[in-house]
């Protein structure tokens, strides 16, 4: 009897043994720790960047120019800079970003709320911010002829 008990015990093991999960050994290739990375292509302005910055230079003293006569307020001078940008370089984060604080500025110093050196400060401020991201940005744009306009008029380092 006891056998017999043994051995359905046995029976009773190894019937379950088709529902027990076994994991399958695989084998799983190594990827060597040691690869050569390629390094990223170096980055460079577009060809035309400086002489983009050059025609945004003059629109912008021709629109100064309409400011001093009174044809034209200092925030539409803005406005109408932001489209002779965009028309000729289109747009970018950096560009777009400094276009709004810009503006902003123009239109606290038409309505008073700002003297012309604390405009002058707001904007020098973002521009030193740019000038603080510029090296690790992951993707910079080609031309931000806008931006090294206004380093140029605040007689600050261009982004290179």
Request: charged share 20%; hydrophobic share 40%.
């Amino acid at each position: 009897m006891k056998t017999q008990i043994s051995v359905l015990v046995l029976v009773a093991a190894l019937s379950g043994c088709s529902s027990v999960y076994v994991p399958k050994i695989v084998e799983v290739p190594i990827k060597p720790t040691t690869s050569v990375q390629t390094p990223p292509a170096s980055y460079r302005l577009a060809a035309s960047h400086w002489s983009d910055v050059s025609k945004i230079r003059d629109e912008a003293t021709r629109l100064s120019y309409q400011v001093s006569q009174g044809q034209i307020t200092k925030a539409q001078a803005a406005q109408y800079l932001d489209r002779f940008r965009i028309n000729l370089v289109g747009r970018n984060a950096v560009d777009d970003d400094m276009y709004q604080i810009y503006l902003r500025s123009a239109v606290d110093s038409q309505r008073g709320a700002i003297t012309t050196e604390q405009s002058k400060l707001f904007i020098q401020n973002a521009l030193r911010g740019w000038q603080q991201r510029w090296p690790n940005m992951q993707s910079k744009p080609a031309n931000p002829a806008f931006t090294n306009f206004l380093m140029e008029v605040m007689d600050m380092q261009p982004l290179k």
